[in-house]
């Protein structure tokens, strides 16, 4: 059995069983699972592990499984995984306790903690009746600490996390159809009646009602019964409770109920064990006119949300051209309780990845008035829309406000418009939560920011509000400059932030990661911000620190080691440019591409360590400079498969360091004496050498830190380059100068040549 398999019957022996007894409704389960990803600490967004699921419809039993392994090390310890859940969109977190950005409202998501303290841990958590569609698991492991660390040089410990769906689904669910009545029973605690109502576009309100109830064989009419409508959400549920317990007649009525979906109907008793409840239930529907402020008749069908239930029509001649009706095959079943509001349309224009702009007909300016509400609908139903950010732009015309005493209210909602917003207190409908935006004589602009928007239809709802008398009030007008867009991030994520696309699987999502100690989730949180002066000291530490090399390159040339030299001036050139360049913050300069900045200075630093331990062997120069072009080609090639590794550094060193063991130990034999023969040498140089690389390795490897960053490293800088200069060999006393070759001879050339071996000129 796979491990796929193992896990499968995990999950069912913790899965919660609800047994279903009625011959007319069938139950079917389906089971899916999506592979393990790694975890990583958390820093920003692009550290948790998004996974995503689709919940088919008439689900009534979603089982998630969580199954957390931790891969046995020494490092290993015991660890909290934090896991966050959310439908219709990515969750929205906050681990690190900072603020966001101005007008972006927040809901906590919900969360599980996993304590991971065996090889394998799983948790459980059942949904009963989830919303249909797409529902996101992030996860987590705990802050990260900052600490630097050199791939390969330490063992981790490896966290993964696997999800895994289970669920219940019905085969066959009644559909309560308006205007028409049914009868139905349940009995407590196994059965439940599960229906769903279809609520057509322009819907108002929906009436719900339960008759005619008879518990057991006493006939009793007392509805012992309690009525949800909906589908469970969260982080904050969409459904509508109603205890039908002691009612003879009980009526639910649900406003602004979400359109174009099929809305979840459950009944379950309230009565004892055992005790069977027959009962009848119908539903109404009331739906409104449709007053369009838009002058293309063709637009409104086009570009609004299809419907098999509406048409667009004119009315009667001599009516209006701007006045819109339901056609008449919904007259029969849904009650037309006139206009209900005022429609502009609007037209939606892909930019690019996660960005869109709607255009408003005769916009951007959109009239508002005091009598009717003013709808817009934004269509975010592509699907990759939910990983992006809506923002909101309202500016109230100062001009076309005359009632100063008036507030003008407008609501952000999913699902379905606010059609009444004078008595409403916040920008909530039947099933969901909106957003409130308001604007008066002295607050003439509001602003919103939704990230992660739950995919589907949003509407702007936009009505004046008046305070007293009313009469003053009715004819009133304003007009609102109304700017709505989607896009990546907000603001970009302002100057301290990149704007990165991420990817789960095949979902795309947007999220900012932050530099210069701004935090946040658009990187507006300035708590722990550097300061323009800690980012000019940062940069000139980590750009000065280079010039460190010089010494080296004079004591090379000095010493008639050109090509060596040669290699430090490159090293520290574009070791000076790349960390101009890496600079978090915004005293940055970056002469090339930043790609090709970082590969060079890692070559240059790399070479730089080989070119000076072949040099220290003092081998022959033709198998010297032989093994430079060879050591450094294979350098890059290994640089280019991983920059950040260990091996990239100390393989070469340690090869290096093989090849002038064998020709000192050579030299010593043949010899019969210690090589190099000086102990001055050992003691002024060599000793020295070796004990400042072995700091500045210790520091590169153990003590660097995102925070102490730009002054360890520049201490490696310093470090290195010292040690260079006191471990390069001394030259030859019998040696000829680099140049002496181009000396012309009487014969017009000259060959040149080196007798000498191993004389040292101790300085």
């Known amino acids: 059995m796979g491990v796929i398999g193992i896990l499968a019957v995990i999950f069912l022996k913790g899965l919660t069983v609800v047994t279903v007894d009625t011959a007319d409704v069938t139950t079917v389960s389906e089971y899916f699972s999506q592979n393990g990803l790694g975890l990583s600490f958390y820093s920003w967004y692009g550290s948790v592990r998004l996974f995503y699921f689709r919940v088919p419809e008439d689900t009534v039993l979603a089982s998630f499984g969580l199954y957390a392994v931790k891969k046995s090390g020494s490092s290993c310890r015991t660890i909290n995984i934090t896991v966050h859940f959310q439908s219709g969109a990515p969750p929205v977190i906050n681990p690190l306790g900072t603020k966001f950005a101005s007008y972006t409202p927040v809901v906590p998501s919900h969360n599980l903690t996993i304590p991971v303290s065996t090889t394998m841990n799983n948790t459980f958590l059942n949904i009963t009746n989830p919303s249909a569609g797409d529902w996101f698991i992030a996860a987590h492991l705990p802050e990260d600490d900052g600490k630097i660390e050199v791939e390969g040089l330490s063992s981790k410990c490896s966290y993964v996390l696997q999800p895994l769906l289970m669920v219940s689904r019905r085969i066959v669910v009644p559909v309560l159809e308006a205007g028409t009545a049914q009868t139905h029973s349940v009995s407590s605690p196994n059965t439940v009646a599960y229906l769903k109502i279809f609520i057509p576009e322009y819907t108002q309100e929906l009436n719900l009602t339960l008759w005619n109830c008879s518990i057991g064989s006493s006939g009793a009419s007392m509805c012992s019964l309690q009525v949800s409508l909906g589908s469970t959400t969260v982080p904050v549920n969409s459904q509508a409770f109603r205890n039908c317990t002691g009612k003879t007649i009980c009526t639910t009525v649900l406003k602004s109920p979400p359109w174009e979906k099929w809305l979840r ?44 239930y509406f048409s667009i029509a004119t009315e009667n001649q001599g009516s209006s051209s701007n006045t819109w009706n339901i056609s008449r095959s919904l007259s029969d079943t849904l009650q037309i309780v006139g206009n209900c509001f005022r429609h502009q349309t609007v037209l939606r224009e ?109 509407y702007l709802t936009m009505q004046i509000l008046c305070f007293g008398n009313r009469s003053d009030c009715d004819d009133s007008e304003a007009s609102v400059l109304t700017s709505v867009y989607l896009t990546p991030c907000i603001d970009d994520c302002g100057q301290y932030g990149q704007c990165r696309l991420l990817r789960t699987f095949s979902y795309l999502y947007a999220a900012c990661v932050c530099k210069a100690g701004w935090q946040g989730w658009s990187c507006t949180d300035d708590a722990t911000a550097q300061s323009y002066g800690r980012q000019l000291l940062a940069t000139l530490l980590l750009t000065l620190s280079n010039f460190m090399f010089i010494p080296a390159i004079v004591v090379a040339i000095y010493r008639y080691y050109i090509i060596e030299a040669s290699v430090y001036a490159f090293a520290m050139f574009f070791s000076t440019f790349y960390h101009a360049c890496d600079q978090p913050g915004i005293a940055v300069m970056c002469i090339m591409d930043y790609d090709t900045l970082q590969f060079c200075d890692f070559l240059g630093s790399v070479v730089a360590i080989w070119v000076t331990i072949l040099c220290m062997a003092r081998i022959k120069e033709i198998f010297k400079y032989l093994m430079f072009v060879i050591g450094s080609l294979f350098i890059a090639m290994s640089l280019q498969l991983g920059r950040r590794g260990v091996w990239n550094m100390m393989g070469p060193c340690l090869f290096a360091l093989i090849i002038m063991a064998i020709a000192w130990v050579y030299r010593g034999v043949k010899r019969r004496k210690c090589y190099p023969p000086w102990w001055k040498r050992w003691v002024f140089f060599i000793f020295p050498g070796i004990g400042i690389a072995f700091i500045a390795i210790c520091i590169y490897a153990f003590a660097e830190t995102e925070n102490n960053y730009y002054v360890t490293h520049s201490i490696w800088h310093i470090l290195v380059s010292l040690s260079v200069a006191f471990l390069l060999p001394p030259r030859e006393l019998l040696a000829d100068k680099p140049w002496s070759c181009l000396q012309k001879s009487k014969c017009r050339y000259q060959i040149c040549s080196n007798q000498s071996e191993d004389t040292y000129d101790v300085t």
């Open 265 to 308: 109907i459950t009944v379950a008793s309230t009565a004892s064990d055992n005790v069977t409840v027959g009962f009848n239930i119908g539903a109404s529907l009331s739906a409104c006119k449709l007053e369009s402020t838009s002058s293309v008749l063709g637009i409104l069908k086009s570009f609004g949300p299809n419907s098999s």
């Open 350 to 458: 892909d930019l690019d990845v996660l960005s869109a702009k709607f255009s408003i007909v005769n916009g951007p300016n959109v009239t508002v008035a005091a009598n009717l509400p003013t709808v817009l609908l934004f269509n975010l139903n592509s699907g990759d829309d939910s990983g992006g950010t809506v923002i909101v732009d309202l500016v109230l015309n100062k001009s076309s406000w005359t009632n100063h005493s008036a507030l003008l209210l407008a609501c952000f909602t999913y699902g379905s418009p606010i059609l009444s917003l004078e008595s409403l207190k916040d920008c909530s409908t039947g099933l969901s939560q909106g957003y409130s935006l308001k604007m008066n004589s002295t607050k003439t602009e509001d602003h919103l920011r939704v990230p992660f928007p739950i995919s589907g239809y949003w």
